[in-house]
């Protein structure tokens, strides 16, 4: 199988005909699943306070295609590698989970700069987005795989 995910504005909501896609981003599928990655980027906040459309966000996608359950840490760290947090979570067999950085953990949410780190017990796909809240701009993140 081939082909790639694709995150953003489906086109004119009140048509569905994909004429104009205000932002788009793209991964290809994962073919290798991971215990352990690293995403690279977290933008979560004002990066200019006076106007509201610089606010950014990180978002992440977690998938367990596994039998059984995985349990999973997500640890966040700020630009100098100091944990800011972290989330233990579990997702059961087939299930997906996708959430805002900030949400999954509260101490992020004015995090500028920064990467984090997803472990889980069993192999598991992840991608990560970063965006603005004015929808001006959408990026994939794939993961750095460690293990």
Do not use: C, W
């Not at 610089?54 to 995985?70: C, H, K, M, Q, V």
């Not at 840490?73 to 087939?94: A, I, W, Y």
């Not at 997803?118 to 004015?134: D, H, W, Y």
């Amino acid at each position: 199988m081939i082909g790639d995910v694709i995150f953003g504005d489906p086109g004119d909501p009140d048509t569905g005909i994909p004429n104009e896609v205000d932002f788009a981003a793209g991964l290809p599928l994962q073919t290798t699943l991971f215990e352990k990655a690293i995403f690279s980027q977290v933008a979560n906040g004002a990066t200019n306070p006076e106007d509201a459309s610089t606010d950014t966000f990180t978002g992440i996608a977690l998938y367990n295609p596994n039998s059984n359950s995985a349990q999973i840490t997500v640890r966040v760290f700020d630009r100098e590698g100091v944990l800011v947090g972290e989330k233990s979570l579990s997702l059961s067999e087939n299930q997906r989970t996708s959430q805002l950085i900030e949400d999954l953990i509260p101490e992020t949410a004015d995090l500028i700069g920064g990467h984090f780190v997803v472990e889980s017990t069993r192999p598991i796909v992840g991608q990560a987005l970063f965006g603005n809240n004015a929808l001006q701009f959408l990026s994939a993140i794939p993961p750095s795989i460690v293990e």
